[in-house]
């Protein structure tokens, strides 16, 4: 078992950075791979970030990529994702993943945790 806590979020302005934190605890954190999903209202939860097990592979899609930055410190079992250039449409909620299991880690139907969510909202 995994559980998994968000938090960070906040009211950010268009151009400007954040940084969002996801605490992990259960089963020890070195051992699976993690990602960052986001949601806005209406749409489809949407892949942002992705992370292995030691931080040495990290994953994007286009919409966010050299912009956002994912990372993990398996001594304090937290994962990061720092947002920077936020754009209006990058307003959501954003939830913290982990996967257990090989294979994709683009998709939700990938991950096995989940955590609660926290919200961004980027004014323009």
């Known amino acids: 078992q995994v559980q998994l806590v968000e938090s960070g979020g906040g009211l950010v302005q268009a151009g400007g950075s954040h940084r969002l934190s996801c605490a992990a605890s259960g089963r020890t954190f070195s051992t699976y791979a993690m990602g960052w999903f986001r949601q806005s209202p209406g749409k489809e939860r949407e892949f942002v970030a992705a992370?292995?097990?030691?931080?040495?592979?990290?994953y994007y899609p286009d919409s966010v990529k050299g912009r956002f930055t994912i990372s993990r410190d398996n001594t304090k079992n937290t994962m990061y994702l720092q947002l920077n250039s936020l754009k209006p449409e990058d307003t959501a909620v954003y939830y913290c993943?982990?996967?257990?299991?090989?294979?994709?880690?683009?998709?939700?139907?990938?991950?096995?945790?989940w955590g609660q969510g926290t919200q961004v909202t980027v004014s323009s």
């Open positions: 992370s292995n097990w030691s931080g040495s592979g990290t």
């Open positions: 993943a982990a996967k257990t299991s090989r294979g994709s880690y683009l998709t939700d139907t990938d991950y096995d945790y």
